[in-house]
């Protein structure tokens, strides 16, 4: 079946880049994207892109897709302590009405 | 305001007995969908609905029972709750479906613990 992977914990140092990496097994894969859960709440979505595209950039957000590789990332430039959160991939195709998400990252900024 | 209202935020309940989470939107979505979210195990989709009287099982259904009889709610049921159901529950409404590309909107949560 499909799977999604994630690791589970990322730290970085305001200031700094952070990448959050995911991998799918999905051949099919439509639209993959990525939520941030603050804490506390739901999920609010970030960006997502298109499988037929292999980058897309969103103010300090770079979504980079290869696909041969199936492997997603999320690039968070600048890092700010309000950036720590949890951030799920999720993948999405047309053969069912599921979104399939990731363990979820939890991204912790140091001051 | 656009939302996904979940209640109860909050519930402590005893093994066997029948619950109901309730779950409504004000936007017209047609898709609507529960999870469970565990430690280490993401969100994972326990049923959906594509639109009113349109329901199927999402990956991990066992349990669980859900309705759709008007467009804005749908209330996830545990008939005999049990222990292994502890977890913390999203609903999630989208106008159409994933594959569609369309943004999920999510509640705030309810966090269920089954003694």
């Known amino acids: 079946g499909e799977d999604v992977e994630q690791s589970l914990f990322l730290s970085v140092r305001e200031g700094d880049s952070s990448v959050i990496n995911c991998t799918y097994t999905?051949?099919?894969?439509?639209?993959l994207y990525w939520y941030k859960q603050e804490p506390g709440a739901g999920l609010q979505l970030l960006t997502y892109i298109f499988s037929n595209m292999d980058m897309k950039q969103d103010q300090r957000l770079t979504v980079l897709l290869n696909k041969k590789d199936k492997h997603l990332s999320l690039r968070i430039a600048d890092t700010q302590t309000g950036d720590s959160a949890i951030y799920f991939c999720?993948?999405?195709?047309?053969?069912?009405?599921?979104?399939?998400f990731g363990q979820g990252t939890e991204l912790s900024v140091k001051p | 305001e656009a939302q996904v209202t979940q209640n109860p935020r909050y519930l402590i309940t005893v093994t066997g007995k029948k619950l109901t989470v309730t779950c409504s939107q004000n936007?017209?979505?047609?898709?609507m969908s529960w999870y469970r979210q565990d430690p280490g195990l993401g969100l994972r989709q326990i049923y959906y609905s594509m639109n009113v009287e349109v329901t199927d099982k999402g990956d991990v259904p066992e349990g669980y029972k859900v309705s759709r009889k008007e467009k804005r709610n749908f209330p996830l049921i545990l008939e005999s709750p049990s222990p292994n159901q502890t977890s913390l529950y999203f609903c999630?409404?989208?106008?159409?479906?994933?594959?569609?590309?369309?943004?999920?909107?999510f509640g705030q949560g309810t966090r269920l613990t089954v003694v």
């Open positions: 999630a409404s989208s106008l159409g479906g994933p594959w569609l590309n369309t943004e999920a909107f």
């Open positions: 999905d051949s099919s894969s439509t639209y």
């Open positions: 999720a993948e999405s195709n047309n053969q069912g009405g599921k979104l399939i």
């Open positions: 936007m017209n979505h047609e898709y």
